[in-house]
């Protein structure tokens, strides 16, 4: 891993960072964009090196699994199946949305169908 490297721009005083291997070469300040020399590497400040710990996996824990009945007025049949708890609930919250827009669709054309006229 490179070592890297803070100085200060000359013109602008802007914090910069760069690797060792850049030292003596031109450069351009991203800031006030003034040409100049990154310094050499005894002259900046090395940057300590971030310690990364690795990512610990969490456990995954078992979905339960939970049977769902779905069944059709009448004739039209239905289906069972086992399914996760959250599609479970997805399950649940579409169809409770589907009846509440039939309601809403009801009561629209209950109350809004027909007017007297005068």
Same mark, same amino acid.
């Given at each position: 891993?490179?070592?890297?490297?803070?100085?200060?721009?000359?013109?602008?005083?802007?914090g910069l960072k760069t690797s060792g291997e850049k030292a003596g070469t031109p450069f351009d300040c991203p800031r006030c964009q003034s040409p100049g020399t990154v310094p050499p590497a005894g002259a900046m400040v090395p *940057? $300590? @090196?971030a310690e990364v710990a690795p990512r610990r996996a969490r456990p995954k824990t078992?979905? @339960?699994? &939970? $049977?769902?009945? *779905?069944?059709l007025p009448g004739q039209f049949g239905g289906m069972q199946a086992? &399914?996760?708890?959250?599609?479970a609930n997805t399950l649940a919250k579409t169809f409770l949305g589907g009846v509440l827009v039939a309601i809403g669709v009801a009561l629209a054309a209950f109350l809004g169908g027909k007017h007297k006229s005068a």
């Open positions: 891993m490179k070592t890297m490297f803070k100085f200060r721009c000359p013109a602008c005083d802007a *940057l $300590p @090196r078992p979905q @339960r699994s &939970v $049977p769902v009945r *779905l069944q086992q &399914v996760t708890q959250g599609t």
